[in-house]
């Protein structure tokens, strides 16, 4: 949407977290007129300085008459689709944009989009780091932002046609894009995930991840894992504007695609128009954090995008093998007494605790459970019995995880995260491995599950 179309209209930003700060101070630097309405009974403090300083109107503890008077309405991630309030301004007309979707407006750099169930924030990571390795030599600019941590809104503006916006994007964030158009997307994967928020329904949760490429162009290009079985079926049936390139770990499935990226005897393969090219060996890519196959997969991913954007296969190498991995995914904490304890406190999936128990050798102790999203716990029964020595189940899920994984394994339940390490400590044995991948959502426990993995790994550094 054009400036001239939107600087007549009113705003008002639903939610004063990071994002909707960042969007309405985007607008009042636009001198857009916008009003901040929080349910929240307070405001972090940094928040109403902010807002004080910039003279930017807000509210908390409701949503008063004057949150509903706006002609557009920017919503926080945090706000279900079926809340009332926005029942509410559907019923009225009004326009409801995410915060994504009113940065893009003002978006003049070039734009990599990341979305999937699991391996978003790695992925971005990985293209953050490999371009910033091209861009000290090339001169741009180049910015992880979104889901990842620091808001579009608040650095669109600086960044020119050179540079680059690396987004790492949520299917709460493309729920309420419209015009959103990334010049890349990329689509990890797609496997049940906050089900609790979609009538329980995955559709609802795929289709919302679909409209990454909704407004993609002949110009633009969709990378997707091909090996992911509902990916695959979707693009099959379904059409996108944008070039496809399809990623996997099998030439036999992909090499006779125009477009695709896989790994053939250890090569990492790219190929374009049928044009291919050897970009790295697969053994390079692993580290102490950065291991399994799930991360074969983040990086054949990372290195299409970037061969996409003209980055050299050496500079990718480069980026791949100096690439520390991501806090709180599968990052190695310390061994003690032959035991090494990892903290896996982003695995908030069923999909991501598999990855992290495939990427480990040995038995297992694990430490899962916390806020369920709708979990189904028999899916991982298998793989439970297979490298799990000992659960120990905490948070609002323990009795689910109990209930289900019980039969096969050994369950321990614990009262506080505290206890769990306490209790991991004394149940391991030298050779295992201590694990924190939680399957769940922190919110029950913890504010994110950042102070959750912080929290794990003071507890484990104070055996």
């Not at 994504?100 to 990571?125: N, Y």
Request: hydrophobic share 40%; with cysteine.
């Amino acid at each position: 949407m054009k400036f001239e179309a939107i600087k007549h209209k009113s705003f008002v930003v639903l939610g004063a977290k990071r994002s909707g700060l960042a969007a309405a101070m985007l607008l009042k630097r636009l001198g857009i007129e916008v009003f901040v309405s929080d349910i929240s009974k307070s405001l972090e403090p940094g928040i109403v300085e902010a807002l004080n300083q910039n003279e930017i109107a807000f509210e908390c503890g409701r949503h008063s008459e004057k949150a509903l008077e706006a002609d557009v309405v920017v919503i926080s991630p945090g706000i279900p689709t079926n809340a009332p309030i926005i029942r509410q301004l559907t019923e009225l007309g009004k326009t409801i944009v995410s915060e994504i979707e009113l940065a893009s407006w003002f978006c003049k750099c070039r734009c990599v989009a990341v979305t999937g169930t699991d391996g978003k924030t790695t992925v971005t990571s990985l293209i953050h780091h490999i371009l910033s390795l091209d861009a000290k030599v090339n001169g741009y600019k180049v910015k992880a932002l979104g889901n990842i941590g620091q808001a579009f809104s608040e650095h669109v503006a600086q960044l020119d046609e050179n540079d680059v916006a690396v987004l790492e994007i949520s299917s709460f964030q493309l729920d309420f894009c419209r015009s959103f158009k990334p010049d890349i997307a990329i689509i990890t994967n797609i496997a049940p995930d906050h089900l609790d928020r979609y009538d329980n329904d995955i559709r609802k949760y795929e289709a919302s991840k679909y409209k990454i490429t909704k407004n993609q162009t002949s110009n633009d290009w969709l990378i997707y894992n091909h090996d992911n079985e509902r990916l695959r079926r979707h693009f099959e049936r379904n059409a996108t504007r944008a070039q496809k390139m399809a990623f996997g770990l099998s030439k036999e499935t992909l090499s006779d695609f125009k477009n695709s990226s896989y790994i053939d005897n250890e090569d990492m393969v790219f190929q374009k128009n049928n044009q291919r090219e050897t970009v790295m060996n697969a053994s390079d890519i692993a580290s102490p954090n950065f291991r399994g196959k799930h991360n074969i997969y983040n990086a054949i991913a990372a290195a299409a995008a970037a061969r996409l954007m003209q980055i050299r296969s050496e500079v990718i190498r480069e980026g791949i093998r100096t690439f520390k991995g991501v806090e709180h995914r599968l990052e190695f904490v310390r061994t003690l007494a032959g035991v090494e304890y990892i903290n896996d406190s982003k695995a908030t999936t069923i999909n991501a605790l598999t990855c992290a128990l495939e990427a480990i050798r040995g038995d297992v102790v694990l430490i899962m459970g916390g806020r369920d999203k709708g979990n189904d716990y028999s899916t991982i029964t298998s793989i439970v019995k297979q490298k799990v020595r000992v659960v120990i189940a905490i948070g609002e899920a323990k009795n689910a995880i109990k209930n289900t994984l019980g039969q096969s394994v050994d369950v321990r339940q614990a009262a506080s995260l505290d206890d769990a390490v306490k209790l991991a400590r004394e149940l391991s044995v030298p050779g295992n491995s201590v694990l924190l991948s939680p399957s769940c959502a922190s919110f029950d426990m913890f504010s994110s599950y950042e102070e959750r993995g912080k929290a794990f790994k003071s507890l484990v550094a104070e055996l």
